[in-house]
C-alpha cells in the first residue's frame, strides 16, 4: 500500500470503506455543547460548566472522601437539550469532581474507575427551591488546578462559569476514536482481499492512519453529549472487563481555548486532554448514577 499521499483510486476505497462501516451501525447520535461566557450570572438551575450548582434548599455538596465538598464541573437542565434518546426528559444531572485531590486528578481513580469516592454524578428528577448559598468549588491554587477558568487565581472560589447551548449532531465511524485503525483495517482487508494491510501491528496502524488521515476532520473539538467518548490516550474499557458494558457517554468536555473557543472561554485537561462520563444503558434507564466512570487524560 502506499506510504504517503494514496492516489485518487485508493482514496476512493478509502471512502467504500468508511460508508459500509457506516451503513453497518458506525453512526452514533450526539449533542454538541457550545460553551461561551455569560454577561451575567446564570440562574442555579442552568445549563452550565462551573458556577453556582443547583442544590434543594438545606441540601450540602456531595463529598470526597475526607468529607471535603466536591465541585460541580457541569450541570444539564434536560429541559434545555434538543430531543434526544441519550438524557432523560426532565431533571437535571450534575457532574462533581474532586477540586483538590493529592494526585491531581481531580477525583479520576485509574486503578479503580468504578470508585465514586471522589467523583459523582447526580440526578435531579424534580428542581425545587434552590440553596442559594450552595457553594462554588474552593481551590487551593498554590498546589492544584481547575479546569475552568486561567491559572493562578488569588482566590479560594472557582466562580468561573460558561453557559452552555445546544444542538444535534450525528457522529460518523471517523468520530470514533483510536480504534477506528483496527476496525477500518479489519473492513479493508474483507472488502479488498487481494489489497490486504500489513499483518504486524504497527505496520496495520500506520497504513491505516495513512489511508484516513485524508477524511479526518480539521474543525476544531467541542465538547458533547452521547456519541463516542473522546479518549486523549486510552479506552479504560479495554484494561477492565467490568467496565466493557459502560456504553453511553453521558458527557464529553474537551479542553478549549484561545482561537479556538468562544471569546474569554478557557476550559483545559492539563495539557489539552479530556474528560468522559460513560454509563451502562441499563443504568441509564434506571436513572441509577451510582456506577458512573469519569475518565480523563492529557494529550
Known amino acids: 500500500m502506499p506510504k504517503n499521499k494514496p492516489s485518487e483510486e485508493t ?14 451501525g458506525a453512526r452514533k447520535q450526539a449533542i454538541r455543547l457550545k460553551v461561551t461566557r455569560p454577561d451575567a450570572p446564570l440562574p442555579q438551575t442552568a445549563s452550565k ?48 469532581i474532586n477540586p483538590n485531590d493529592e494526585k491531581c486528578l481531580w477525583g479520576y481513580d485509574y486503578k479503580n474507575p468504578l ?15 434552590p440553596n442559594p448559598d450552595a457553594p462554588f468549588p474552593t481551590v487551593n491554587w498554590d498546589k492544584y488546578d481547575w479546569p ?18 445546544f444542538e444535534t449532531w450525528e457522529q460518523s465511524f471517523l468520530d470514533g476514536g483510536l480504534e477506528i485503525y483496527d476496525q477500518f483495517a479489519d473492513a479493508w482487508d474483507e472488502m479488498y482481499p487481494d489489497q490486504k494491510l500489513p499483518e504486524n501491528p504497527n505496520a496495520r496502524d500506520n497504513a491505516s492512519y495513512n489511508l484516513l488521515e485524508p477524511f479526518e476532520s480539521e474543525e476544531r473539538d467541542y465538547s458533547y453529549i452521547g456519541g463516542y467518548p473522546s479518549f486523549a490516550q486510552g479506552d479504560p474499557r479495554d484494561e477492565f472487563e467490568e ?34 462520563w460513560l454509563i451502562t444503558p441499563e443504568a441509564l434507564a434506571a436513572r441509577d448514577f451510582s456506577q458512573v466512570v469519569f475518565e480523563w487524560a492529557c494529550s
Request: with cysteine; glycine share 8%; aromatic share 8%.
Open 49 to 96: 460548566f462551573g458556577g453556582r450548582p443547583y442544590l434543594p434548599a438545606g441540601e450540602s455538596a456531595p463529598t470526597n472522601e475526607k468529607g471535603e465538598p466536591l465541585g460541580m464541573i457541569a450541570q444539564i437542565n434536560c429541559a434545555d437539550l434538543p430531543e434526544n434518546d441519550i438524557y432523560p426528559a426532565t431533571g437535571l444531572l450534575q457532574f462533581w
Open 148 to 165: 475552568l477558568g486561567p491559572e493562578g487565581e488569588d482566590v479560594s472560589e472557582a466562580t468561573t462559569e460558561y453557559a452552555l447551548a
Open 115 to 129: 470508585s465514586q469516592k471522589n467523583h459523582r454524578v447526580v440526578y435531579y428528577e424534580t428542581l425545587d427551591e
Open 243 to 276: 467496565l466493557r458494558g459502560h456504553s453511553v457517554n453521558l458527557l464529553t468536555i474537551e479542553s478549549e481555548w484561545g482561537e479556538d473557543a468562544e471569546e474569554d472561554v478557557y476550559v483545559i485537561w492539563s495539557d489539552a486532554g479530556a474528560a468522559n
Open 11 to 24: 482514496l476512493a476505497q478509502v471512502r467504500r470503506v468508511i460508508d459500509a462501516l457506516n451503513e453497518r
